[in-house]
Every structure is written in structure tokens, then in C-alpha cells.
T-cell receptor
Framework: DGGITQSPKYLFRKEGQNVTLSCEQNLNHDAMYWYRQDPGQGLRLIYYSQIVNDFQKGDIAEGYSVSREKKESFPLTVTSAQKNPTAFYLC????????????FGEGSWLTVV | QQQVKQSPQSLIVQKGGISIINCAYENTAFDYFPWYQQFPGKGPALLIA?????SEKKEGRFTISFNKSAKQFSLHIMDSQPGDSATYFCAATPTGRRALTFGSGTRLQVQP
């Protein structure tokens, strides 16, 4: 089936550790995105990429890093510099171009313990 | 900086009633306005979208009303059903940036 696959669904991290969230899509979309969702704050953009080997910071990029080595993959690393990483993380993709539908994955829950 | 303001934060409607969610934006460069529906533990899914060259768009029970001069747009759900109970997000895309800016969300509960 075509879609966006995020893994793991649930992840626990100890303070001071880096963790990487996986995002893979088989929709042949050029653009990919990472959003963070906190209760009552909607979705906030972390990073986005419109093409392989290129990405731009979103509104809350501090403490996060990404790579885009393949069209299908856009992993997000939550570094120890992110002071409040506990959240629901959503990966998305779209055909490049303004106004095209953005499709979301099922999300990954990250909890710091 | 919140560029899309959404209200109300929560909404309770009786089955068969009309649900209305409002959004206001500040950036006049926005040129695409979608609404997303999200069920608990799931990713958001596109519900309906509009561009500023039209004032209204209807798809089934869902209608977007758009007021360009007031920089406001709203979602109307007619004949609301319990299965519509979810969180709804408005969003907007500014020209030149492909990523969506989201409102803070409205949790809708439709009572049977």
C-alpha cells in the first residue's frame, strides 16, 4: 500500500540521549516535512525538504537535525540539546508546489524518562 | 509567532446540529487554506481546502467560507454526526514556502 511509514510508534528516551525517528514514503513525493504536536498548540514545523540533499529549518528547529539522502526517507534526530522533547512527532510528504495536499504518517510518540 | 489563530478550542454540538470553527490569519501572502481532521493517536487527514479566489467551497456536509478582506475563513459541518468527533485544524501556506502553518486546533464532540 502507498503511504508514509513512521517508526517506532512509541519511543522512550533518557535525558542526554539522542534518538532518531524514521520516516519512509512510497508516494514518490519530492517534499517531506516534520511537525511536532503538543496539546493545545497545534502542529509546529520542525524541518522540511523539497528535494534530496536539501532541507530548510522550520519554526522550531533548535535541538533537532535531519538528513535527506534518499527521496523516500527523511529521518529526524532529536538531540540532547532539545530541552523539552516529549511530544507527538508527525512526518508528512507532498508533491512539490504550493497548494498540493500534504499527507501525514501515523506519528511517533516520544517520551523522555 | 502564531500566524493562524483558531477558535474555539473546544466545541460540543448535538447530533444533527451545525458545527462552526473559525480561523483568522495575518500574512496576506497565504494562498492556500486547507482543513485537516485528526482522530486520537492518528495523523491528520485533509478534509477540504480553498484558495482565495473563491468565497465558498462545499464538499458533502463540509463547507469552507472564506473572507479575504477580513482575513478569515471558517469550516461549517452540517448535520453533525458522532463520527465527526475529532480535532480539526485549519492551516495556510504562504507563497514561496511549501510547508503548512497550522492553527491550534478545535476539539469537536458531537453528542448523540
Amino acid at each position: 500500500d502507498g503511504g508514509i511509514t513512521q517508526s517506532p510508534k512509541y519511543l522512550f528516551r533518557k535525558e542526554g540521549q539522542n534518538v532518531t525517528l524514521s520516516c519512509e514514503q512510497n508516494l514518490n513525493h519530492d517534499a517531506m516535512y516534520w511537525y511536532r504536536q503538543d496539546p493545545g498548540q497545534g502542529l509546529r514545523l520542525i524541518y522540511y525538504s523539497q528535494i534530496v540533499n536539501d532541507f530548510q529549518k522550520g519554526d522550531i528547529a533548535e535541538g533537532y537535525s535531519v538528513s535527506r539522502e534518499k527521496k523516500e526517507s527523511f529521518p529526524l534526530t532529536v538531540t540532547s540539546a532539545q530541552k523539552n522533547p516529549t511530544a507527538f512527532y508527525l512526518c508528512a510528504s507532498s508533491i512539490t508546489g504550493s497548494g498540493n495536499t500534504i499527507y501525514f504518517g501515523e506519528g511517533s510518540w516520544l517520551t523522555v524518562v | 509567532q502564531q500566524q493562524v489563530k483558531q477558535s474555539p478550542q473546544s466545541l460540543i454540538v448535538q447530533k444533527g446540529g451545525i458545527s462552526i470553527i473559525n480561523c483568522a490569519y495575518e500574512n496576506t501572502a497565504f494562498d492556500y487554506f486547507p482543513w485537516y481532521q485528526q482522530f486520537p493517536g492518528k495523523g491528520p487527514a485533509l478534509l477540504i481546502a480553498i484558495r482565495p479566489d473563491v468565497s465558498e467551497k462545499k464538499e458533502g456536509r463540509f463547507t469552507i467560507s472564506f473572507n479575504k478582506s477580513a482575513k478569515q475563513f471558517s469550516l461549517h459541518i452540517m448535520d453533525s454526526q458522532p463520527g465527526d468527533s475529532a480535532t480539526y485544524f485549519c492551516a495556510a501556506t504562504p507563497t514561496g514556502r511549501r510547508a503548512l502553518t497550522f492553527g491550534s486546533g478545535t476539539r469537536l464532540q458531537v453528542q448523540p
